[in-house]
Nanobody
Framework: QVQLVESGGGLVQAGGSLRLSCAASGRTFSSFAMGWFRQAPGKEREFVAAISASGGSRGSVDGRFAISRDSSKNTVYLQMNNLAPEDTAVYYC????????????????????WGQGTQVTVSS
């Protein structure tokens, strides 16, 4: 298990940008694959972006979102550009141990550790 703390959420106008951060505890951060998910009111949690433990493989649901990680800081980031009101949601960081032969994980049930979430609100 790893403890995760998100930050960087807030209120932004449509077309703006935000960068979310997720700080992980422990000294094994580099062995964890990381992901970002979001959940809007009345909707299911959905995949946003994910990155492998090495950082060499990553993916996102939308080209406006980019995930990255800095192992020296035990932190994963989500850069969000050209935000729209439909991006309004609570954004969650997630982690899971990496296994050889896999890249990144896109399903929420594949993750074992979750942060508390950070609210992102995009006004029109």
């Amino acid at each position: 298990q790893v403890q995760l703390v998100e930050s960087g959420g807030g209120l932004v106008q449509a077309g703006g940008s935000l960068r979310l951060s997720c700080a992980a505890s422990g000294r094994t951060f580099s062995s964890f694959a990381m992901g970002w998910f979001r959940q809007a009111p009345g909707k299911e949690r959905e995949f946003v972006a994910a990155i492998s433990a090495s950082g060499g493989s990553r993916g996102s649901v939308d080209g406006r979102f980019a995930i990255s990680r800095d192992s020296s800081k035990n932190t994963v980031y989500l850069q969000m550009n050209n935000l729209a009101p439909e991006d309004t949601a609570v954004y969650y960081c997630a982690a899971r141990p990496h296994y050889p032969g896999t890249n990144y994980y896109v399903r929420s049930y594949e993750y074992s550790s979750w942060g508390q979430g950070t609210q992102v609100t995009v006004s029109s």
